[in-house]
């Protein structure tokens, strides 16, 4: 991964008629100059590995009840539903068209998959996109460490530090466990989890930092609100820029075309 800064799509690049968690999303976020897509990864009801964030299918689709207890053919009737809830074009995605569209062309993020991931990540192994695949483990780590001693300590695997208590679970990781990144949830300005020693203790072990600049509510921040609406209404220095700042490696953003240009401008790219 090299010294460079990666953008992170969350759910890839979406709004319009362009809706999250499917191929033309992810189309747009690598467009944009996006090296990672984030996606969200659920089970349907007849066992179909399907790309899809929010336990109930109300938002997207107008279906009550949960995700899960719909099989594939049921969620595929209708179109997924864009931003102001209108029909799109686009429908419920599967986790084996995502992965041939995307193979070769940028790091992939799975998220919320870690009832099946033995699936998720054999479909990845036999494309050949091993080296393409991430997975994030919250504490404790106990599940992910298990999976990953069961492959060798093959996959990538990305520890997520939430608070000061879970500093001493990432450091009593094994060695041999493969962590390119480790993402971190930043409250304030002075959160232990973005301590210089840290950053640095973390940096010197040939990690990036990833850093999460989504704007998901007025209630609560993971960047001390240096975050995307900050960055993309006039004041990206005291947004990104003090992510960068702090050692932010990777940052997961809901724009990703403007943040990747304004590191381009940077000449950071």
């Known amino acids: 991964m090299n010294d460079r800064i990666l953008v992170a799509a969350h759910r890839g690049h979406f709004g319009g008629g362009i809706v999250e968690n499917t191929i033309p999303a992810f189309e747009a976020a690598i467009r944009c100059g996006a090296d990672i897509v984030e996606m969200d990864i659920r089970k349907t009801k007849d066992g179909q590995l399907i790309l899809f964030h929010d336990p109930s299918p109300m938002r997207l689709l107008g279906l009550p009840g949960q995700t899960e207890r719909y099989t594939y053919e049921e969620l595929t009737r209708r179109p997924l539903l864009n931003v102001i809830g209108e029909l799109s074009t686009s429908y419920v995605c599967r986790l084996g068209d995502a992965l041939d569209a995307l193979k070769g062309r940028c790091f992939i993020n799975f998220d919320q998959c870690w009832g099946f991931v033995d699936e998720v990540y054999e479909a990845a192994r036999q494309r050949g996109m091993e080296d393409q695949a991430l997975i994030k483990g919250r504490v404790p780590y106990d599940t992910a460490l298990r999976w990953l001693e069961k492959n060798d300590y093959r996959p990538a695997f990305i ?15 094994p060695e041999k466990v493969r962590v390119p990144i480790v993402e971190i949830f930043v409250h304030t300005d002075d959160d232990p989890v973005w301590d210089a020693a840290l950053v640095r203790e973390i940096r010197e072990k040939g990690a990036k930092i990833w850093v999460n600049s989504l704007s998901l509510s007025g209630r609560f921040t993971l960047c001390a609100w240096h975050d995307d609406n900050r960055s993309v209404t006039g004041d990206p220095e005291g947004g990104w820029g003090c992510l960068l700042e702090r050692g932010a490696g990777v940052i997961q953003t809901d724009w990703a075309g403007e943040l990747a240009a304004w590191l381009a401008q940077k000449q950071m790219r």
Do not use: G
């Open 159 to 173: 520890p997520i530090i939430t608070c000061a208590e879970e500093i001493a679970a990432y450091r009593a990781l």
